[in-house]
């Protein structure tokens, strides 16, 4: 077979990653984003265009928490400094609260976070960061709060479809309120110098807010209300609302409303990729003293797909189902979700997934999925991401006995089947005490997480990449930036990715050009010419049939008007 004609383009093919990566491929290693002296904690990840990410966290370096920033690219190289830039050192209680962080539609980071600048109560700030590390709203950020005197916590942000941003937190009253302000992409107020209050009767409280993008320039929010106290609550509900871009409410629903959960338990919502979302939340509706995971799914237009009052994840008799997290996979309209099976008396723990149809019924049986099965190690923080049709599952697993924790990761074919050699892997085999893991995946399939580490004192923070083959560390022969060319021609990524045995190859031309599009394997050998001619401007799309190819990672060139883009794939078999 015929070898790349490029011998430069072959030598970065094969070498570059190695000279300049920086993702590990070893567990007992990891990525260290920053572990100076004190604590850094509470990290957060959100994805960037060119498949790399930015990672937030809480730092207390000089002795106070401060917040800070660090974007990696694809291949795990810090963009900024090698401990992060400040983004605000000013006053920050000792006792954190949550916060967020997203990456806007022009790669700017959008952080939101509390701190006491203002005095003794804590108030909401919200911060724009530019790719290059330029403070786009100014070097103290937006004062998101009305009453700088009211304990004002746990802020939400998220962009809309109409490039504005909407921001919920808790306003601490008697009983509290749900706040909401809209910047502008120069991060002017948009719904008044005051947020927009939502609140329940003279004695619900609001708390727990957080949001997901809808169509029109709308979010759409989900909240807790309940009576009495936040230790012994009652008459629990969960609520959602679609609010327009002027800050009108398109439709309510209380997504639960039989009274039994937890104060101290956060709800989860999720986007389902069709402006709609997913609701996740643990309750005791049977006054059994056991917990079990439940899931709702309500589109953009407040039409419930699962019944009333969520679907149960599992029904496994006499168990507890804790801390379930959820993934939409808009290719099939499945749901899946990940949560911790507990005995009775929360001595033993599993691991268990499920997967619900469109309709919220239960496709792995009733039980669900065993993938960890019981034993004395319990579990923290459970993730499932998903993307096209490929689904990664990861898990904190605490040693028992120990204050040591494991990180551990694998994945799943649609019927539940564990890939990747069958077993679940380690992704920090490190012995030391995690904390807080969050993660995400790219467009090409590599999960991204962090965590905070005490691997060498109170905290420090850490990455990992899982490649869509299971591996760690970088790919040979991948250069996961070469995405656009200068001049304007554009390779799209392969649909879909994985995939079994054809897929679609788009691309798109900024002017006449002579095209070849052609496909190697990872040693550089040419295995298919799917293009080889004159084509106009224009959006092409082409199939790649591999059924006459092993499985493994291939590599697709495009060459037009002089330039080179590149992306891989990864047929499964």
């Known amino acids: ?100 962080m997203i990456t806007d539609n022009a790669d700017n980071a959008v952080i939101v976070f509390t701190d006491t600048r203002n005095g003794s109560s804590i108030n909401p700030f919200a911060y724009r960061i530019s790719p290059s590390g330029n403070f786009l709203w100014g070097s103290n950020g937006v004062a998101l709060a009305g009453d700088a005197g009211t304990y004002q916590v746990n802020p939400k942000v998220m962009q809309t479809s109409d490039s504005n941003f909407v921001i919920t937190w808790v306003y601490s009253s008697s009983p509290n309120k749900i706040a909401f302000q809209k910047l502008s992409p120069a991060g002017a107020k948009l719904w008044g110098a005051d947020p927009v209050y939502g609140e329940g009767g003279v004695s619900e409280n609001y708390t727990y807010p957080s949001l ?96 009333l009052n969520g679907s149960e994840a599992s029904q496994s008799a006499g168990n507890n189902k804790f801390d379930a997290w959820a993934s939409y996979m808009s290719a099939t309209g499945e749901t899946y979700l990940v949560f911790k099976m507990a005995n009775s008396n ?52 605490s040693l028992f006995g120990s204050a040591n924790n494991q990180i551990r990761y694998f994945n799943s074919d649609r019927n539940g089947n564990i890939g990747w050699g069958g077993y679940i892997h380690y992704l920090s085999s ?26 060498q004192d109170g905290g420090g923070i850490y990455a990992q990449n899982i490649n869509s083959n299971g591996s760690l560390g970088n790919l040979t022969g991948i250069n996961l930036n070469q995405y656009e060319t200068p001049d304007g021609y554009f390779l799209s990524q392969n649909y879909p990715n994985p995939f079994n045995p054809k897929t679609i190859i788009s691309y798109q031309l900024s002017m006449h050009s002579d095209v070849t599009l052609k496909v190697f394997d990872v040693t550089g050998s040419e295995v298919s010419t799917l293009i080889n ?8 799309s082409v199939e790649f049939d591999g059924s006459n190819f092993p499985s493994g990672v291939y590599i697709y060139k495009l060459t037009a008007g002089g330039s080179e883009a590149v992306r891989r794939m990864i047929l499964i078999k």
């Not at 939340?281 to 589109?299: G, P």
């Not at 001619?533 to 092409?540: A, I, P, W």
């Open 533 to 540: 001619e004159s084509q106009n401007t224009g959006t092409y």
């Open 1 to 100: 077979m015929k070898k790349f004609q490029s011998v430069l383009f072959l030598l970065y093919i094969l070498f570059a990653t190695e000279i300049f990566s920086q993702w590990s491929s070893d567990s007992t290693v990891n990525l260290k984003i920053s572990d100076l002296n004190g604590d850094q904690a509470l990290p957060k990840i959100s994805l960037t265009s060119d498949g790399g990410c930015y990672i937030s966290w809480f730092d207390n370096r000089s002795g106070s928490y401060a917040v800070y920033l660090q974007r990696l690219n694809s291949t795990g190289v810090k963009q900024f400094p090698n401990d992060g830039i400040l983004i605000s050192g000013n006053p920050q209680s000792s006792s954190l609260v949550d916060w967020d």
């Open 212 to 307: 997901v993008r809808s169509d029109n320039g709308s979010v759409i929010a989900l909240w807790s209300g309940y009576t009495g106290t936040f230790i012994s609550p009652g008459n629990y509900r969960l609520y959602s609302r679609k609010i327009s871009s002027g800050a009108a409410a398109v439709w309510q629903d209380t997504v639960y409303s039989l009274g039994r959960v937890s104060g101290f338990f956060v709800p989860k919502i999720f986007s389902d990729g069709n402006n709609g979302a997913l609701y996740v939340w643990q309750d005791d509706r049977n006054s059994s003293n056991l917990q079990s995971s439940y899931v709702q799914h309500i589109t953009s237009a407040g039409i419930r797909n699962f019944p």
């Open 346 to 397: 929360q001595s033993q723990f599993a691991v268990y997934g499920q997967k619900l149809s469109s309709s919220g019924d239960r496709q792995w049986g009733n039980d669900g999925r065993e993938f960890l099965p019981f034993g004395q190690n319990s579990m923290e923080r459970l993730l499932v991401l998903t993307k096209d049709t490929s689904i990664v599952f990861s898990f904190n697993e």
């Open 430 to 455: 490190v012995s030391s005490e995690k904390l807080r893991l969050t993660g995400v995946i790219n467009s090409l399939g590599m999960s991204m997480l962090a965590w905070s580490d005490r691997r």
